[in-house]
């Protein structure tokens, strides 16, 4: 062996000799007083984590008589206005006048020395309906009307007829003249304030004098009322 290598083998055999004498002692390696090393050792093996144990909330105490939050009072709100097509709060709204169709009719001779005669409808019809104005009479074969005897109230006061109930009208052929004229029959229609089609309910009158001054009056709630106006 050269000299070279000799004395390489000496050096290097001399460095291992100063890095054992300068290692830790079995001291500091067992967590002696010794200076920690700069570089900490580094683990190879996973570390198990640790599980949270969960804690259950604790209840809040109650107590013996809990008083609840003052309710506070509802504000009130303005009254909204009926809106076209909707429903009335009146509870009639819906009640529409009678027709011919609602309604049977009769006509009674009240006094044969002024030509007078009772009219009487009865609602016939499962359903309430409003009596309006004065009944449409005609005469026989006449041509024209019976004129209108006093006033008629309003669509909002006239006589609501509840099924099975009646309203009245007096008619009055008026006095014998030579213009008068004597028929068999009268036909009554209902005032409806529209153009329903009706057909008209006819009533035997035998003798019956007609003459210019004839009048019927408005519907009422009673025969007396009818025959005195």
Same mark, same amino acid.
């Given at each position: ?33 010794? %200076?920690? &090393? =700069?570089? !900490?050792?580094?683990?190879?093996? $996973? /570390?198990? *984590? +640790? #599980? @949270? ?7 809040? %105490?109650? &107590? =013996?008589? !809990?008083?609840?939050?003052?309710? $506070? /009072?509802? *504000? +009130? #709100? @303005? ?19 009678? /027709? ?24 016939? /019809? ?104």
């Amino acid at each position: 062996m050269s000299s070279v290598r000799r004395a390489a083998a000496v050096l290097v055999a001399v460095s291992a000799l100063a890095l054992t004498a300068c290692g830790p002692s079995e001291d500091g390696a067992a967590g002696g007083s010794g %200076a920690p &090393s =700069a570089t !900490p050792p580094v683990s190879t093996a $996973p /570390s198990t *984590p +640790v #599980k @949270p144990t969960p804690t259950k909330p604790t209840k809040p %105490a109650e &107590s =013996a008589e !809990p008083s609840g939050p003052a309710t $506070p /009072s509802k *504000p +009130v #709100k @303005p009254s909204t206005p009926a809106k076209p097509g909707s429903p009335s709060t009146d509870p009639d709204y819906d009640v529409f006048p009678c /027709s011919t169709y609602d309604v049977t009719f009769t006509a009674s001779l009240a006094e044969s020395t002024t030509s007078s005669y009772l009219l009487k409808i009865t609602n016939k /019809s499962g359903k309430p309906c409003r009596v309006l104005d004065h009944p449409i009479v005609t005469f026989g074969d006449l041509d024209g009307r019976a004129n209108e005897r006093g006033a008629a109230p309003g669509i909002e006061d006239a006589i609501r007829l509840a099924p099975g109930e009646s309203a009245y009208a007096g008619l009055m052929g008026g006095l014998k003249g030579a213009t008068s004229k004597t028929v068999s029959s009268i036909a009554m229609t209902m005032n409806t304030e529209s153009d329903l089609e009706q057909v008209p309910l006819k009533a035997s009158t035998p003798g019956f004098n007609v003459s210019p001054d004839n009048s019927v009056t408005a519907w009422m709630d009673n025969a007396e009322d009818a025959l005195s106006l």
